[in-house]
């Protein structure tokens, strides 16, 4: 990752839920290796049945944290490979909408402060009164 936050390597074709899905399921077995085209390491893993355990453990914690390449060396990050990549920046119509939606909740939660606030507070005619005479 850059000092800009975008990452300066293409990220693989392959879907990284999928992969940590493949990974937690069929991991002892190489079902994620299979995945990303890593067929020899994924048949060793298979053989071994995850390196005893170990091995797969190690793995699905780099699927997990975005570390894991595919057999082309690329990083496996991206949940939604079929996502367009913006490079991290959000449209201006997004920021003043997100503003919005700031100043709105804002509101609703003085709104809502002031409401338990009134209904806190008791009222005058709660106040107990001795009883009539007749």
Do not use: C
């Not at 990549?85 to 959000?90: D, V």
Request: glycine letters at 10%; a negative charge.
């Amino acid at each position: 990752m850059n000092p800009t936050g975008e990452y300066s390597e293409p990220a693989s074709d392959r879907s990284r839920g999928v992969a940590l899905a493949l990974a937690a399921v069929l991991g002892p077995f190489g079902g994620h290796r299979f995945y990303v085209n890593k067929t020899g390491t994924g048949v060793l893993m298979a053989l071994t049945i995850g390196g005893l355990g170990l091995w797969w453990v190690y793995d699905l914690i780099l699927v997990a944290s975005g570390s894991f390449r595919d057999a082309e060396g690329r990083l496996v990050r991206r949940w939604d490979p079929e996502e367009p990549t913006t490079g991290g920046l959000m449209p201006a119509e997004v920021m003043d909408e997100l503003d919005a939606l700031r100043q709105q909740v804002s509101e609703l939660a003085e709104r809502v402060d002031f409401s338990e606030r009134l209904l806190a507070s008791p009222r005058s005619d709660d106040v107990p009164r001795p009883p009539l005479r007749s």
